[in-house]
C-alpha cells in the first residue's frame, strides 16, 4: 500500500500515513490535537480542518456550510488521505497556540514482525518435517511378488536412500487399493525424526503425484480465542486463517472458572469435546477457504497455555489452580488428533506445545520458538499481556519466567466503561490542555461504545502528563471543565457526553478505573523487576522488548512507559510479535530444528512463583503510582516533567 | 505322576505308562494288537485279557463270566494301569501265536518341548520388555512445584538412572490423581525399547507397589480355533489358558472362504470384529481364572497366518489370494490394543508377529522365534501341519520358506468318516495280521465316530505294512475277511461295525479316502523336497525336524514315515513342540530380545511359491505312492519289506 505524508500546521507535524487513513489517526500519529469526541462518526462536528495542500476523500457534512466546504474546511474523522497532504487546525485561542509545544510526542508503535520462511533457510533453521516422494514403483508378477509394504520400503531404501522407515497401521490399512489405484505411481508422505538417530514414518501414500501438496494446521487455543492458520509447507506460505471465539466461554469467561467447571462431573470431558468443535469449526474454513484437499493436510501443531492445554488433551487439571500450582506435564507426545476428536485425516499427528509451569504455558514457549529469543545474544525481556502477564527474561543461554496476575483492566475489565478492543471502542486518545477537550479515536470510526485496554493507558497517560491526575492517579479537582466532575462520591472525567456514544450514558473515566489499570501495570512491572532481581539483573540491564498478544500492536510505547507499564526504552528496540503462539506453532509445523530444540528451551526455563518470591510484595507496591515511586526508573520522563515544570513556570 | 510298567504275554513286549493310562494303550504303546472295535466302551467285549501280575483299576464287565473274572479276566479297554502289572493276551490260534513277530513296532511319538523360562535367562536371552519400578517421590511443596510428570521423570533419571523416558498420554491424564492417592509412592511400569538407542515409554503409573503384579497376553489366532495365555512376567509361568473356536468360522471354514467374505461390503469390518470378540471371549477367561487385576496387564503379543493377521489388524486382504499373492506387509508396527477393539487397559500394546508371505505368516515366524529354531546350529526341517502345511528350513545363518496346499485330509476332512480330534475319533489304530480284525483306540476311550488324522495316519500305515493295501493305496481284493469289502463300486475296509459306534452306519476306509491321504502327504513330502532342492541340499542333508500344529502330539512318527508323509529319520530327532505360534507369542512377550531378532530372521527367510517352481510338479506325482516312487528314500521300510518278504517265504 502507498503511503502519503500528511503536514499539519500550525503545528509543522507531519505523519507518513497508509493510504485511505482517516485525518483523525494522522494528527494522532503526528502528536497533533483536534477536539474530536465522537469517534469519528461525524456527530460532534468539532474536528473542523481545512485542507490546504492536496485533496482527501470525504469529510463533507451537513455540519459545515456549503461556503466552508469551498473554503477547504472538512471533517477530520470523516476524510480519507488518498495523497500528500497539507491540514491547517484552526486555533480557536490564543491559549491553544502557546500549549502547542506541550503536545505529546507523535505516537509510536512497535514493529510488527512475522516468519519468513526464506531467513528461516538461510538461518539454517530449515528441516522439513514433512516431506513427499513421488514413486514410480515396479509391479508384482510371478517372480516378483514382495508384500506392497515392503515393496514400497524396499524401493525407498534403494532408490531414494532412505531408511529406519517404519510404516503406519492406516497406510498399511490402504495401501493394497492404493498402490494399484494408479499402476503402482504413489506419493508417499515421510514424517522425519526430530532426532537424528529416530525412524522415519511413512504416514500416507497417495495414488499419483501430490508432492505439491503438502500441508499443515498451526493452531493457537487462546482462553478466548482460537485461531488458526493452513500452511504450505513446501513454500511456508499461510495458505489462510481465520479465528473464533473459544466454544468454552459458554462454561467460563477465564481460566479460572473453566478450571473449577473441569472438576465437575463430566466437566472435563465436556470442555474438551467444545474447544474441539471451536478447532474444527476452524479446520473446516481453513481448508474450504484455501480450496485445498484435506488427505493433504501431513501435519497439525498447537499451542496454548497449560489450563488450555490439558483441557484440549482432556488431561485432569485440578491441581493447576491448588498451591504449589502443579500442572501434570511439560512435555506431551505426538498424539494422532483423530484421538482427540480433530476432524483431520488419520494420518495426522498433532504436535503440542510444551509448558513451562501452571501459569506459564505452551503459548509461551511457542512464543519464544517462534520470535526467536531462545537464539539471541542480547537480553531479552518477552512480555504477553492479558489478564495473565507472562514474563519471560533471557538469551540464548538462559531464560527465567514468571506469571503476574495482572487483572483484566488492560483488556477492559473492572473498568466502568471497559470493553474489549472491537467496534466503538475509544483506542486512541488526546486531550487539549487548555480546553480539556478530548480527541477519542474508536475502533471503526464510529461513535464510541466504550473503552478497549489502549485507550485506557493513552487516556491514563495523557491525563497524567498533563496533570489532569496525579502520580496515585487522584483527578486535579481544581480544573475548570464540566468534563471533571464527581459523582456518587468517585471523581471522573467525561469523555464523550451521552449524545455523541452509542450508549445511553456519558462515557467516562473514573479514579476507581484508574485504580484498576495502576494495580495491572504494577503487577507487570513489578512482576519484570522481580524475575529480573532474582537472576541478579535489573530493568537497565534490558538490551530488547519482545511484546506479544492481542495487546500490543495498538499500543502506543511512549505512552505505556508514562503509566509505567513498560520499562522506558527507544521504541525502535521493541518488537511487536501479534499472536506470537500461533507464530510459534506455524514455525513448529514448519521445521523439525523447532520441534528439537523446544525440549532444550523447555528445560532450561527455570520458573519463578512471584506470589512465593518475599520481595514480589515490596516490587509491587512501590509501582503502584504513575509511573513508579522510583522516577529514576523512568529518567526521560522525569526530565519532561522538569522542562514542563521550567515552562509552565516561565 | 507316577509312571508303571506293563508286560504283555506272551508277546514279551513291554511299554511304560502314566498311572490310570487304560491297557489297551499300553498295549499299543508296546506294539501287542488285542481286538478291539468299540474303542473302549466294552461294547464289543473282545478285548479280554489276564492280568497275571499286579492289579488293575476297573475292566469288570457283565460281558465276562464271574469265573473268568475271578481267574484274573478283564476288558483291557476299561481297565487301567495302577502299578506295575503283568498281562497275558489270549491267543485264541495258533495262527495267531505264529505272527507275533510281525507286529509293528511299539508306537513312537515326537518328544514335547516347551519353553523354560530359566532356560531363556541362562541363554542370555532374557531382555525384559516390561519393567515395574516402585518409586517414593517427594511430595511437591511451594518451593518445589516440579509438574507430576517431570517429577516422575526426574526421579527416574536421578535415583534409577532411567533416560530416554517418553510418559504416553492416558499416563498423562490420570497420572495427577494417582500419584496423590497414596502419597506419591506409585510403581510405574516401563516399557524397553527393542533397540538399545530407543526411548522407553512410561506406559502406566499404579498407586502404591504393585511390582509384584505384572502380566502378558499371548494369543494365536488360528483359522479354527483362537488360544490365549495369561503369563506372569516376572516368573515366565502360565498363569492361566484358554482356547475358543475363531468366531470367524460361521464367515467361512477355511482361509479361502474369510478372504471371500472379506471383499463383500462390510466384510473386512465385521471379520475384524468376530475375531476380536472371540479373543475378548478369552481374555476374560484367562483374568477370571487367574483372578488378577486387568490393570495389571502390560502387554500382548500377537501370532496368526497372514489372513488372519490381515483380518485382526483390519488390513485390506485382497491380494492374497490373487496371483502372484501379495500380502500387505510383512513387519506391523506395535498398535494400541484398545484401538483394535481389544477390552484391555489403554496402556496395553499389541505386538503383532511378522509374515513372509501370504502363506508363510506370523504362526510360522512364531514357532521359528519359540522353538529357537533361528538360533540352531543344525540343519532343521520345521513341519507345521494343517489344512496348508508351512515348511521352512534352515539354520541361524539362512531360512528357506514354502506353503503346501495339503487339503483337508490331515484334519479329517474330505474324508468320508474323518473328523477333528475331538472325542469319539480313532486316534490310534492296530490290525491282527491273520484275522485281520481291528483294535480301534479313541479320545475319550468311547465308542468310534470317526477317524481324526492321526488315526487315519496309522490305519493307513498298518494295512500297507501288512499288505493289505498296496503302495497305490488299493486293498488286496484276495484277502478273506468281511471288513473289507466292495460298496457302490468302491474299495474298503470296515473299522467298527455300526453296533459297535455312534452313529447309525458301519465305520470304514475306503480307496478314495486312501488317495485323499495320498495327495496331501505327497504335498507335504514333496514340498520339502522341492524347497531342499532350490538350496542345493536333499532329505539326507536334515538333521532334525521341528513339528508344530495341533498334529503332531498324537501322530505315531514311524508311521508317518511309513506312508511317506516324513522323511525317515530316527524319532529322537523329532521334536514336537504343539502350539508353537503360541508359544512364540509367549516368548515374545517375555522378552524383547525376541523381538530384536524376529525382524532380521524376517528378512532373512526366503519365500519359494511352489505354484511357481517347475520342478514341485514332478516331486509331487512322485510322492502319490506309499511311501514314495523312490523306495530309496526310505531305506528302514525297505528292509522291513525285504525282512518281512523273506520270513513269509521262509
Known amino acids: 500500500m502507498s503511503k502519503h505524508r500528511v503536514k499539519f500546521l500550525p503545528h509543522e507535524r507531519s505523519a507518513e500515513v497508509e493510504d485511505g487513513t482517516i485525518l483523525l489517526r494522522a494528527a494522532m500519529d503526528a502528536g497533533v490535537h483536534i ?7 461525524g456527530v460532534c462536528g468539532k474536528c473542523r480542518v481545512i485542507i490546504e495542500e492536496g485533496a482527501v476523500e470525504g469529510g463533507a457534512s451537513e455540519r459545515l456550510k456549503a461556503e466552508d466546504l469551498e473554503k477547504g474546511y472538512r471533517l477530520a474523522c470523516r476524510a480519507a488521505v488518498k495523497e500528500d497532504t497539507m491540514v491547517r487546525v484552526p486555533v480557536e485561542s490564543d491559549i491553544d497556540a502557546s500549549v502547542l509545544n506541550l503536545q505529546a510526542t507523535p505516537r509510536k508503535t512497535a514493529h510488527i514482525k512475522t516468519v519468513d520462511f526464506e531467513e528461516l533457510k538461510e538461518a539454517g533453521l530449515f528441516i522439513p518435517p514433512m516431506e513427499k516422494i513421488y514413486l514410480e514403483l515396479p509391479e508384482p508378477n510371478p517372480q516378483d511378488h514382495l508384500p506392497d509394504v515392503t515393496r514400497l520400503v524396499s524401493f525407498l531404501n534403494l532408490q531414494h536412500d532412505e531408511h529406519r522407515l517404519v510404516v503406519d497401521l492406516p497406510v498399511i490399512r490402504k495401501i493394497p487399493e492404493l498402490l494399484r489405484e494408479e499402476n503402482f505411481r504413489v506419493t508417499a508422505t515421510l514424517a522425519r525424526p526430530v532426532r537424528k538417530d529416530g525412524q522415519t514414518h511413512i504416514i500416507n501414500v497417495q495414488p499419483g503425484d501430490t508432492t505439491g501438496q503438502n500441508y499443515a494446521v498451526a493452531v493457537d487455543i487462546g482462553t478466548t480465542t482460537v485461531y488458526g492458520q493452513l500452511i504450505d509447507l513446501n513454500t511456508g506460505t499461510v495458505m489462510s486463517e481465520y479465528g473464533e471465539f473459544n466454544g468454552q466461554i459458554s462454561y467460563g469467561e477465564d481460566v479460572i472458572t473453566r478450571l473449577m467447571y473441569a472438576e465437575k462431573p463430566g466437566g472435563l470431558e465436556k470442555l474438551q469435546q467444545v474447544v474441539v468443535g471451536t478447532i474444527n469449526k476452524i479446520i473446516d474454513k481453513l481448508v474450504s477457504r484455501a480450496s485445498i484437499d484435506c488427505d493433504a493436510i501431513s501435519s497439525m501443531a498447537v499451542a496454548g497455555n497449560t489450563t488450555m492445554t490439558q483441557l484440549f488433551l482432556r488431561v485432569n487439571p485440578r491441581y493447576i489452580r491448588r ?16 484421538d482427540l476428536g480433530i476432524e483431520l485425516p488419520e494420518h495426522v499427528t498433532a504436535l503440542v506445545y510444551p509448558q513451562v509451569s501452571s501459569y506459564v504455558g ?12 531462545y537464539q539471541s545474544e542480547e537480553l531479552i525481556l518477552y512480555l504477553d499481556i492479558g489478564t495473565n502477564a507472562e514474563v519471560v527474561v533471557g538469551n540464548k543461554d538462559w531464560f527465567a519466567c514468571a506469571a503476574c496476575s495482572a487483572g483484566p483492566a488492560l483488556e477492559g475489565g473492572g473498568i466502568e466503561f471497559g470493553m474489549r478492543a472491537a467496534k466503538g471502542a475509544i483506542e486512541d486518545f488526546s486531550i487539549d490542555p487548555v480546553t480539556l477537550e478530548p480527541m477519542n479515536l474508536t475502533i471503526g470510526n464510529m461513535r464510541p461504545k466504550g473503552i478497549c485496554g489502549s485507550g485506557l493507558i493513552t487516556i491514563v497517560a495523557n491525563l497524567f502528563e498533563l496533570g489532569i491526575i496525579d502520580n496515585s492517579g487522584k483527578y486535579n479537582q481544581d480544573l475548570d471543565t464540566p468534563r ?18 452509542q450508549i445511553d450514558r456519558d462515557i467516562t473515566l473514573s479514579e476507581i478505573d484508574i485504580e484498576n489499570l495502576i494495580r495491572a501495570k504494577g503487577a507487570i512491572y513489578s512482576g519484570c523487576q522481580t524475575l529480573l532481581e532474582e537472576v541478579g539483573l535489573t530493568i537497565q540491564d534490558l538490551d530488547r522488548i519482545y511484546l506479544a498478544g492481542g495487546f500490543g500492536s495498538f499500543v502506543d510505547l511512549e505512552k505505556a512507559m508514562t503509566i509505567g507499564l513498560l520499562p522506558e526504552m527507544d ?23 523447532l520441534r528439537r530444540d523446544v525440549v532444550e528451551v523447555t528445560k532450561m526455563m527455570t520458573n519463578f512463583e512471584l506470589s512465593e518470591t518475599p520481595s514480589y510484595m515490596d516490587h509491587y507496591v512501590a509501582a503502584l503510582f504513575l509511573p513508579h515511586t522510583d522516577l529514576a526508573l523512568f529518567p526521560k520522563l522525569k526530565s519532561r516533567f522538569k522542562n514542563r515544570t521550567a515552562a509552565q513556570k516561565g
Chains 1, 2 share one sequence.
Open 35 to 41: 477536539n474530536a469526541s465522537c469517534g469519528g462518526e
Open 323 to 338: 498451591s504449589p500450582y502443579v500442572p501434570a506435564a511439560t512435555i506431551y507426545p505426538p498424539i494422532r488428533a483423530n
Open 362 to 373: 505452551g503459548d509461551i514457549v511457542a512464543g519464544i520458538m517462534g520470535s526467536r529469543m
Open 484 to 501: 471533571i466532575r464527581e459523582r456518587d462520591g468517585v471523581w471522573e472525567y467525561v469523555l464523550a457526553w451521552q449524545d455523541n456514544t
Open 571 to 593: 521504541p525502535n528496540k521493541i518488537t511487536f510479535f501479534g499472536n506470537a503462539s500461533l507464530m510459534g506453532a506455524r514455525m513448529a509445523a514448519l521445521t523439525n530444528r
